[in-house]
């Protein structure tokens, strides 16, 4: 069982892109025996505290995309309706429906677009805030060996 954690936990490890960049010197002659349990428990607490796994990589509920492939149309629809109903108090149903059509393909498109610009900026605060955790999570883990003896580079 412990050397299919440690192998977990050295996966988890080689694969972070954030701890890969770090390099852990023993500074007091450590063994590597203890290096390995060191890096076990520096892992974990690491993880407790910053509560990012390099494990489980980044995870962050990305909103769904947005379902905007119809804003035209029902523009299109609303405005052709609304149109007409204006244009036959008017005289003119068809003429207004018309124009209520192409105004409510303007409309559905301006609200296609800030659809599509609210997921953009949703997305990119939560990478935004993921790339952070990972930051946090390569400190805690440097501060851990530096604790125990190390030096970290």
């Not at 993880?47 to 995309?65: C, E, I």
């Not at 003119?92 to 409510?104: C, P």
């Given at each position: 069982m ?44 690491a ?19 947005p ?24 005289g ?13 393909t ?12 609210n997921?953009e900026?949703?997305?990119s605060?939560q ?13 805690a883990y440097?501060a851990?060996?530096?604790?125990k ?5």
């Open positions: 412990k050397s299919i954690m440690s192998v977990a936990v050295l996966a988890a490890l080689a694969s972070a892109p954030a701890i890969a960049q770090q390099v852990i010197y023993p500074k007091k002659g450590q063994s590597a025996a203890q290096q390995q349990k060191d890096e076990k428990e520096c892992y974990a607490w993880k407790k505290q910053t509560g990012y796994d390099p494990a489980q990589g980044t995870q962050y509920a990305a909103p769904p995309p379902q905007h492939e119809g804003e035209r149309v029902k523009g299109a629809a609303r405005g052709a309706a609304g149109g007409a109903i204006i244009g036959a108090i008017a003119g149903a068809g003429a207004g429906a018309a124009i209520g059509a192409v105004a409510g303007m409309a559905g498109g301006a609200r296609q677009r800030r659809k599509q610009d997921y900026q949703a997305t605060q990478q935004h805030a993921a790339d952070q955790q990972k930051q946090q999570y390569q400190r440097g851990c060996f530096e604790g003896g190390y030096t970290v580079k």
